[in-house]
């Protein structure tokens, strides 16, 4: 008997909370999360698929990243929105200038502190989701 098999006769319970959280990320995905939750998710998602200079460029073209940078300043931690603000800065001494190495050691710098502070994201991320009705 393989592992995978092992795995398969065993029936995995999920708690209340996982099951929750699993909603939420499906209910983001369907576009069903309010604000300022949906864009919070997105930057998260962004940032961990390619940084923050991935998710400005996303943002920027497929909506408004100075809106959406607004509503992520009213629930981010201030270090996180001094974070976010600073790359925004580096961002777009990179579009006037693709090869400014300072500017791409900022992001890069941003990127760590956003991953340093990322459990910050994840516990408002939870307490939204514990208020989701299964």
Known sequence: MGLFDIFKKRKIELTEEQLKWNKLWSLWEEDKVESPYAELM???SEINNGGHSQYFFNVENTGDIRKDISVLETILSKKLNINLRKAYK??????????????????????????????????????YASKIEL
Do not use: M, S
């Open 90 to 127: 580096a961002y777009l001494v990179l579009e006037e200038k693709e090869d400014d190495e300072k500017a791409e050691e900022t992001l890069e710098q941003c990127d760590d502190v956003f991953y340093e502070l990322e459990e910050e994201i994840n516990q408002a991320l939870e307490e």
């Open 42 to 44: 997105r930057y998260q």
